[in-house]
Every structure is written in structure tokens, then in C-alpha cells.
């Protein structure tokens, strides 16, 4: 059995949450079973597709104050058996989430300021540095075989025709 697992605080009401996870759960085109807005459980079923056998979906609620609602996905291979899923049980917990995104919970304070890492070369980590090269084209006297920089007529060592 392959489970995939989400959480997210998002910033409304206990019952607007809960209509935003049926909401969310509606776009995975999935039957719901059971919800109960006391309990704050919604639980949905995912058909079978090309790539899967079907999906168990649990959504569970929990009220932290007025104003925030904390949100659990999860999603389970129906069949317990099943080895793999193609990636669709973590689909369903992204799509949940990614629903209800716009309503995360935001911090108001900026978060602390963080020592910034660097490379063994100075380089802060996560940047990435520039490095510009200018190519110099030399060429070689057919008479000598000394290099001579671009541009010259003469060769520097013989004097020769370039």
C-alpha cells in the first residue's frame, strides 16, 4: 500500500475550510464518502484509471483558533496490494494543497535574519557566481613557431610575415 501524506494551515473559518477541502476534493474528480463537519473529516473515493486502481482520500480538520484551521490530507492506494501508484496519491495531496494555497496562513513578522552560508570560495550558497573569460587568440609564426596575440602583422621573436 502506498500512502502519501500533506498539511497546511490555512486562514478562515473552521466551516469555510471545510467547504474549501470539498471544494479541493471535487477538482480530483472523486465521489466523497462521508464528511462530517462536527468530526471534520471529509473522505473520498478516486475511481479507476489507466495508472491506478483507485485512491482512498482523507481529509481531517482541526480548528486551532477562530480564525485558522489546520488541514491533514491523506491519500491511500486503494487496493493494498498495489506496489506502485505513478506518482497519483501525491497528486491528489499537491492538488488539495495547491487549492488551498491562497488561504495559507502567512506570519506577519519577517522571519529572523539567517547567517548566510558560503562555498568554500566565498560564494554564497543557493548564488551563482560570474565568471567572465575573455578568449585570447593566438597565432603561430610559420616561421619560428612562436605565438603571437591577434591583430600583429609581425611576429615578435623573427619578424616574419604572419
Known amino acids: 500500500m502506498i500512502i502519501r501524506e500533506g498539511t497546511i494551515k490555512i486562514q478562515c473559518s473552521y466551516d469555510t475550510a471545510f467547504g474549501l477541502c470539498l471544494e ?3 477538482k480530483l474528480n472523486c465521489k466523497v ?3 462530517n463537519l462536527q468530526e471534520g473529516i471529509i473522505e473520498a473515493k478516486g475511481g479507476i484509471t489507466f495508472t491506478s486502481l483507485g485512491e482512498n482520500i482523507s481529509v481531517k480538520l482541526e480548528k486551532i483558533n477562530d480564525n485558522i484551521t ?3 490530507i ?3 492506494t486503494a487496493v493494498s496490494t498495489v506496489m506502485f501508484d505513478y506518482g497519483k496519491n501525491q497528486k491528489n495531496v499537491d492538488t488539495i494543497i495547491s487549492f488551498l494555497k491562497p488561504y495559507e496562513e502567512k506570519s506577519f513578522y ?3 535574519p539567517q547567517q548566510m552560508q558560503t562555498t568554500p570560495a566565498g560564494i554564497p550558497y543557493g548564488q551563482t557566481p560570474v565568471i567572465i ?3 585570447e587568440v593566438l597565432i603561430r ?3 619560428c613557431g612562436a605565438l ?3 591583430g600583429l602583422t609581425k611576429c615578435k621573436e623573427c619578424g616574419g610575415t604572419l
Open 70 to 72: 489546520g488541514v491533514a
Open 141 to 143: 609564426c610559420s616561421y
Open 33 to 35: 464518502q462521508k464528511e
Open 148 to 150: 603571437n596575440e591577434q
Open 133 to 135: 573569460k575573455e578568449r
Open 24 to 26: 479541493a476534493i471535487k
Open 74 to 76: 491523506k491519500s491511500a
Open 110 to 112: 519577517p522571519p529572523p
